[in-house]
């Protein structure tokens, strides 16, 4: 696959090392725009007529891609991937959620009539959307860049998009056995919809996901359970661990997002996935980033547990002390990249470890 | 008799039991709820201030234990569908004046944001505490925030946001709500604020947890 990164081959074997815990990716959260022509002489789109075309008119939104791939950077190892994200959560959307786009974000609603069934019904026009999206920028890259799978999530997080979290949590206690149906059903749906995407995103089986900067030689995701800050870790064994095996067992290459200080309670369990490849790592607004100190030695506890490890926001002058603390096998560092002469420094601190 | 029921009832308020029906928790499965102890209670002859009393240190236990992590948010979530369940038995007496709250608390999600459940929470054991509350709901607008501390001369409020970028959209309503009452206590929380950022907006107080909230509101009234 020849694409408008030229240096893609290394970066994928940077990757394939990186899911073995093995080795160093440097890349950044998306991208920034490249210095110099663009690789294509690609027009912009007319601008949006609303959010509405924004988000969910998928020619326009695959011109509008193209348009800003053609002059992204993908120096380093940041991915030529078009993100074609439906919301955080739109799985959710797929069985019975509303989805509605603003200026910032897609926003998850959730369903007033929801009768506690998870359908899936084809004809889902949010469902439609994500292959219609999907398909129409597939068509547009030609090759020159992947198309990201956008990012469904799963299990707790996505029930509470149908019900409120109000009642999901209520209902873990009250309900449990119903709960865990749900949940099951959920899964089901999950990997039918995914399935679906990667048949039309993935190339020679290769994919990538729309956030978190990954890449896989086969089925690649991403996993969260954002809502496990409120539950006990008992709970969590019971009502996330599961499902999130299942995932595990069944995708190829997995990154579980760890959100938030509250979440540390949940990485024993998370570690003993024995199927996980990677756990990734936000400590919340308000806390230090991704590169501070103070993640030393949750960085450690993961690798020990034989997870790689994905450190966000990490600013240029912590990068070679997270090396020389955390070492220099499976960790993926997303820097706050502000410019290309940035990430060629990056680069002159990680290659002497690498 | 009384003293016997108030102490099951604040029981149940403690440990979730909601009513007859509830299957939490599994220990007092079977027995009646805050519904019925309620009920019965009030039937005995207590006096609604003395269960609203009960009540209210009920929920201070699960406030304190939430704080301390012995119990998490779906615990905590029942404790106070439990402390509902037995305010509803007493809406009569804070009709008549018979029994008085601490005061008014009004509560919403900022514009822009369409998340509740850090929000309900807070209401809730805010509610739990003896307060009345009035919940604006989610995206509230500067203007809808105005009328209903207008609406509620004396209200505290409580404002609260759960995304970088719809926490920049708190200081608008605080300066538009100090604009035509500069009294009016506010108090912000959600998960990407901080003390500081709380100060830095001009809002009189950051609540981490709803215990904080609690709290800092029975410091307006000491």
């Known amino acids: 696959m020849q694409t408008w990164k030229t240096n893609f081959e290394e970066t994928k074997q940077h990757y394939l090392n990186w899911w073995n815990h093995k080795g160093i990716v440097l890349t950044m959260w998306e991208h920034l725009q490249k210095d110099g022509a663009p690789y294509a002489d690609v027009a912009a789109p ?62 998850i609603r959730e369903n007033a ?55 999901v949590l209520m209902d873990m206690i009250l309900d449990p056995d119903r709960t865990l149906e749900q949940l099951q059903a959920i899964n089901d749906v999950y990997f039918k919809v995914f399935d679906d995407i990667y048949d039309i995103i993935n190339v020679d089986g290769e994919m990538a996901f729309c956030y978190f900067s990954i890449w896989g030689p086969a089925k690649t995701s991403k996993l969260q359970c954002d809502i496990s800050i409120m539950i006990s870790p008992e709970d969590f064994r019971i009502f996330a661990l599961p499902f999130l095996k299942q995932q595990c067992d069944k995708i190829d290459y997995t990154l579980y997002h760890l959100d938030g200080v509250d979440a540390i ?87 002497k470890y690498r | 008799m009384n003293q016997e029921l108030l102490m099951k009832l604040s029981e149940c308020v403690e440990f979730g039991k909601i009513n007859l029906a509830s299957p939490y928790p599994p220990t007092m499965k079977g027995q009646p709820g805050a519904d019925e102890y309620t009920k019965e209670a009030l039937e005995a002859g207590a006096q609604p201030s003395e269960i609203l009393d009960e009540l209210v240190a009920a929920m201070g236990k699960v406030g304190q234990k939430f704080t301390e992590n012995k119990i998490f948010v779906p615990q905590m979530l029942l404790s106070a569908k439990a402390m509902s369940a037995a305010m509803a038995h007493l809406k009569p007496f804070f009709a008549s004046g018979a029994v008085q709250r601490k005061g008014t608390f009004i509560i919403g999600t900022v514009f822009g944001d369409l998340h509740d459940i850090g929000k309900n929470l807070v209401a809730m054991m805010v509610e739990g505490a003896g307060w009345e509350v009035i919940d604006l709901g989610i995206d509230v607008k500067v203007e809808k925030f105005v009328e209903a501390v207008q609406q509620h001369p004396g209200a505290a409020l409580g404002i609260s946001a759960l995304l970088t970028t719809t926490m920049v959209n708190i200081q608008p309503v605080i300066e538009a709500v100090k604009a035509v009452s500069p009294d009016t206590k506010i108090i912000v929380g959600g998960a990407p604020l901080s003390a500081e950022f709380a100060a830095s907006i001009g809002a009189d107080a950051y609540g981490k947890t709803p215990q904080d909230d609690i709290v800092w509101l029975d410091t307006l009234i000491a």
């Not at chain 1, 103070?294 to 002390?321: C, F, H, R």
């Open chain 1, 46 to 107: 007319a601008p949006h007529k609303d959010m509405n075309q924004f988000w969910f008119d998928p020619q326009w939104r695959a011109d509008y891609l193209h348009y800003t791939m053609s002059r992204n950077s993908y120096m380093a190892d940041i991915l030529p991937v078009a993100n074609t994200q439906l919301g955080p959560g739109s799985l959710a959307a797929t069985i019975g959620a509303d989805l509605e786009g603003r200026e910032d974000t897609i926003w």
């Open chain 1, 113 to 167: 009539g929801f009768d506690g069934n998870i359908r899936f019904d084809e004809n889902n026009k949010w469902y439609q959307l994500h292959l219609d999206l999907l398909k129409a920028c597939k068509a547009k890259a030609q090759g020159n860049y992947l198309v990201g799978c956008p990012d469904l999530v799963e299990g707790l997080d996505t029930l509470a998009s149908l019900k409120g979290p109000d009642n």
């Open chain 1, 265 to 351: 309670r949940h990485l024993d369990a998370l570690l003993e996935i024995e199927n996980l490849s990677a756990i990734q790592w936000t400590p919340g607004y308000g806390q230090p980033q991704g590169g501070s100190p103070q993640w030393y030695d949750l960085y450690k506890k993961i690798i020990a547990g034989g997870k790689s490890i994905m450190a966000n926001w990490v600013t240029l002058d912590e990068l070679q002390p997270l090396l020389d603390n955390v070492g220099n096998q499976g960790l993926h560092i997303n820097v706050d990249f502000k410019s290309e002469k940035e990430i060629e420094q990056a680069l002159r601190i990680v290659e």
